[in-house]
């Protein structure tokens, strides 16, 4: 695994206090950066960082004011920003094609969609100001192959693997590297009782900190617009989406904004 030497960094994770990005946030304090690790639980927030020596931030975001105002706060609290994880998220919780919660759908899209577009765009502008940074989104491999058993974690998925893929490429001119991270399942909270169901057909499941070494690699050697995927016993790699046809087909399209005006 290549390392990358943070010192002197920066790093926000998001969904820090608890799974993935409270490994992710100890990782990044160990590669040398300051981290800030924001969740919407105080307390996991608060334990996390003060473990890491960093700073703790409470916010839903999946609320649109909540990820400027974080990223405000890094910049005026630990003086500049140049790692990003967007990694909070959820599950469906509901089946979804036959019959809609949709208080749920719409706190679902907030926490995996809305998050991650408010956290980029947040963030670009302090990235730069730092002449680049990375940014690494948690997608999952439900956001490249379907997984029946949840049609809406999928959409959210697919949906930031995409945003990942374009944004990265539009930003590769700003030193600014845009990543999507696919793990496979992975044992913390966001099972509930499935986690069981894996138990008890001996499923192997990812660990936190086997995907925040896998952030480690996205760090050292992704490039814009990856999507990396790591699955139990495997090493993290960058999917190759080979044999699709660029948005052009087989044509260069011009750099257009689609909508109506
Ligand atoms: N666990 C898996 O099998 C798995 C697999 C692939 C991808 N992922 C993705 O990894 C990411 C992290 O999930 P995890 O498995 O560590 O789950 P987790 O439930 O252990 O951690 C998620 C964290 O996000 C926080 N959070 C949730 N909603 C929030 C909100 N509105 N605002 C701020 N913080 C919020 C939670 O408080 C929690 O600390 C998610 O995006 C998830 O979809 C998980």
């Not at 500049?80 to 959820?90: K, S």
């Not at 730092?130 to 999928?154: E, F, H, N, R, W």
């Not at 257009?256 to 005006?261: E, F, I, M, S």
Request: proline share 6%.
């Amino acid at each position: 695994m290549s390392t990358v030497d943070l010192t002197g960094r920066v790093a926000l994770v998001t969904g820090g206090a608890g799974g993935i990005g409270a490994a992710v946030a100890r990782r990044l304090a160990k590669l040398g950066a300051r981290v800030a690790v924001l969740d919407l639980d105080a307390a996991g927030a608060h334990q996390v960082a003060s473990a890491v020596g960093g700073i703790a931030i409470t916010g839903d975001v999946s609320d649109p004011a909540t990820m400027p105002a974080a990223v405000a706060q890094v910049e005026e609290e630990l003086g500049r920003l140049d790692v990003v994880h967007l990694n909070a998220g959820i599950g469906g919780g509901q089946s979804g094609v036959d019959a809609l919660d949709v208080a749920r759908y719409r706190k679902l899209v907030g926490v995996n969609v809305d998050h991650v577009v408010y956290g980029l765009c947040a963030a670009v502008p302090a990235l730069r100001r730092q002449g680049g940074g990375k940014v690494v989104i948690t997608a999952s491999l439900a956001g490249i192959t379907p997984m029946p058993s949840d049609p809406l974690y999928t959409l959210t998925k697919h949906a930031v693997v995409g945003y990942a893929r374009a944004a990265g490429k539009a930003l590769a001119g700003d030193n600014i590297t845009v990543s999507a991270l696919c793990p496979g399942f992975v044992d913390t909270l966001l099972l509930g009782a499935a986690k069981e169901e894996f138990a008890a057909a001996s499923f192997p499941l990812l660990t936190p900190a086997d995907v925040a070494e896998a952030v480690q690699s996205v760090l050292a050697e992704g490039g814009p617009g990856e999507a990396w995927i790591i699955q139990p016993g495997g090493k993290a790699t960058a999917y190759d989406f080979r044999g699709v046809p660029g948005v052009g087909g087989g044509q260069l399209p011009p750099p257009v904004v689609l909508g109506r005006v």
